[in-house]
């Protein structure tokens, strides 16, 4: 008998010990942030820059608009988190060249560091976005969903356009 209530509690304790034991939180959402972050640049980078002003249909953004709208997202997104930056500097959809956007980008991503650099413990406390306390993680996991969101409008615009898109091609992309 007491050999099975010494087991249950070994089974009970190597399941819970090895959660306390990772970052889970944070650990979870970072890599999702980087890999669309690797493949947002690296779409921003490939596209031409006469194809930055396509758009499938006149009703949706053009590609660089598309890019401009994600680059300032990341301000309100990680500013809810870090209580700064919340606003971008300018409205980065209305730059039109592939520099200057992908500039935007690079400012946005950095502006995104300190977030997605606090730990599990912070990332749980809560914080005021869209009108209610939501955890800093939500926010963060938020930005990531909405970064994912428009890299795959990104790709519709690669494939309409004879081209294959960053997360296609294989390797460290």
Excluded at 1 to 25: E, G, W
Excluded at 28 to 53: D, R
Excluded at 56 to 67: A, M, N
Aim: charged letters at 15%; one cysteine or more; proline letters at 5%.
């Amino acid at each position: 008998m007491k050999r099975t209530s010494y087991l249950m509690l070994l089974l009970a304790i190597v399941p819970a010990a090895n959660l306390v034991a990772q970052d889970t939180a944070m650990s979870g959402v970072i890599p999702l942030y980087e890999q669309v972050k690797t493949y947002l640049l690296a779409s921003a980078e490939q596209m031409p820059e006469e194809l930055y002003s396509y758009r499938p249909t006149d009703e949706v953004r053009t590609f660089g608009q598309i890019l401009g709208h994600v680059a300032g997202s990341q301000y309100f997104f990680c500013g809810a988190v870090t209580g700064e930056n919340a606003r971008p500097p300018e409205d980065f959809e209305l730059r039109t060249t592939k520099a200057g956007i992908i500039e935007a980008l690079n400012m946005s991503f950095a502006n995104c560091e300190t977030a997605y650099a606090i730990h599990d413990a912070e990332a749980l406390e809560s914080v005021d976005f869209f009108g209610g306390a939501r955890p800093k993680l939500g926010v963060l996991i938020f930005n990531s969903i909405h970064n994912w969101e428009h890299y795959g409008n990104l790709v519709v615009y690669f494939r309409a356009n004879g081209m294959v898109p960053p997360s296609s091609q294989g390797g460290d992309q």
